[in-house]
């Protein structure tokens, strides 16, 4: 992976972004009033979110991958258990194998669509309402303004 220092590419990437912008904040504050500082403000606060949240959807899938180990092998000792019962007779070796890689199989693909699932629909929820409830309180005042100056058309 690409680095900068004891920074990922995206790291750097980042935190550059929120520099400029903390730059832009003071210099458009200057020249266009104090309350632009915030307004910017809250875009740092929009990248820090994002930032911080974008990588939860791989955390969560590493955890139930995780989480699903001890549940794999129960199921995979239940299934043998219950061909074994069903045919009177023990399994061989490789056909507790071919069970292995059948349930093991079926389970991850299983597992995987839930995870990404449920992980993509975390950002988009949680990470949307904070970003765009930041952005109407750094946003919001203006917006209002504009539209009843009729800059902004409704």
Known sequence: MNRIGNMTLREAGAVFLALALFVAAFVVGYHFGAAWAGRIGSLIIIVG???AFS???QVLREQAERM???RL????YSEIDRLEDE???PLNDEEKAQVRRRVTNEKKKNLQKAAGASAE???LVEVLIVCIGTFVNGFGEWIV??????????
Request: net charge positive.
């Open 49 to 51: 979110v994002w930032f």
């Open 55 to 57: 990588d939860i959807p």
């Open 68 to 70: 699903s180990g001890i």
């Open 73 to 76: 092998e129960l199921e995979i």
């Open 87 to 89: 045919r009177h007779y």
């Open 121 to 123: 629909r975390f950002v």
């Open 145 to 154: 303004v504009c539209m009843k100056a009729g800059k902004i058309g409704w």
